[in-house]
C-alpha cells in the first residue's frame, strides 16, 4: 500500500525542547517537503529537498532543520529557536516531472 | 515574492447549486495549477491539475484558466454536503515549490 506517512499524530513539546516528525514515502519519489499551516491560513513551505542529500530552505525555515539521508525519509526537527512552533505540520511528496504533491496526513505540534 | 489570493469565504450555497471558487496569481511564469480539497483537521488531497488555457472537467469539477488574466476557478457542480471545506488552490512555474493560497471555506446546505 504505496504513501506517505508522518508520525506522531500528536506532539507535545515543552518550552526549550527540540523535537522531530517523521515523514516516510514509499512511492519512490525524489522530491519531498515540509508546509506548516497556522488556523485560518494557507500552507507556507519550511524546507525542500529534491534529491538525497540535499535540500533548500523555504519562506520561513528559521528555527527549523531537516535532514535527507535517504530517499524515503525527511525528518523535520522544530528547534527551540523556534518560538511559536504550535501549527498542522505536512509532509508531501512528488516525481519533479509532474510537480503535483501528494501529502501525508500531518502532524500537529503543541506546547506545554 | 509570488502570491496567490483567494477569497477566504465562507462561501455558501445550498445543495444541488454550482459552487464558484476563484483563485488569481501574481506570477506570470506560472505553468501548473492545481485545486486541493482540505477537510477540517485532515491533509489536502488533489483535486484538479490544469495546465492550458480553457477548462478540464472531471465529474461534477471544473477547472477554468486563463494565463492572460492570471485567474484560475473551480466550479463544482450539483454541490453536496459533503463538498464542505477549504479549497486550496496551488501554483508553480516548474522546478520550484507549489505555492498555496490561504483557502476558500465552502458551505454546502442541505
Keep these: 500500500d504505496g504513501g506517505i506517512t508522518q508520525s506522531p499524530k500528536y506532539l507535545f513539546r515543552k518550552e526549550g525542547q527540540n523535537v522531530t516528525l517523521s515523514c516516510e514515502q514509499n ?63 505536512l509532509c508531501a511528496s512528488s516525481i519533479p516531472q509532474e510537480e503535483t ?9 503543541l506546547v506545554l | 515574492q509570488k502570491e496567490v489570493e483567494q477569497n477566504s469565504g465562507p462561501l455558501s450555497v445550498p445543495e444541488g447549486a454550482i459552487a464558484s471558487l476563484n483563485c488569481t496569481y501574481s506570477d506570470r511564469g506560472s505553468q501548473s495549477f492545481f485545486w486541493y480539497r482540505q477537510y477540517s483537521g485532515k491533509s489536502p488531497e488533489l483535486i484538479m491539475s490544469i495546465y492550458s488555457n480553457g477548462d478540464k472537467e472531471d465529474g461534477r469539477f471544473t477547472a477554468q484558466l486563463n494565463k492572460a488574466s492570471q485567474y484560475v476557478s473551480l466550479l463544482i457542480r450539483d454541490s453536496q454536503p459533503s463538498d464542505s471545506a477549504t479549497y486550496l488552490c496551488a501554483v508553480t512555474s516548474g522546478n520550484t515549490p ?13
Design chain 1, 27 to 89: 512511492l519512490n519519489h525524489d522530491a519531498m517537503y515540509w508546509y506548516r499551516q497556522d488556523p485560518g491560513q494557507g500552507l507556507r513551505l519550511i524546507y525542500y529537498s529534491q534529491i538525497v542529500n540535499d535540500f533548500q530552505k523555504g519562506d520561513i525555515a528559521e528555527g527549523y532543520s531537516v535532514s535527507r539521508e535517504k530517499k524515503e525519509s525527511f525528518p523535520l526537527t522544530v528547534t527551540s529557536a523556534q518560538k511559536n512552533p504550535t501549527a498542522f505540520y
Design chain 1, 101 to 109: 504533491q501528494y501529502f501525508g496526513p500531518g502532524t500537529r505540534l
Design chain 2, 98 to 110: 507549489l505555492v498555496f493560497g490561504k483557502g476558500t471555506r465552502l458551505s454546502v446546505i442541505a
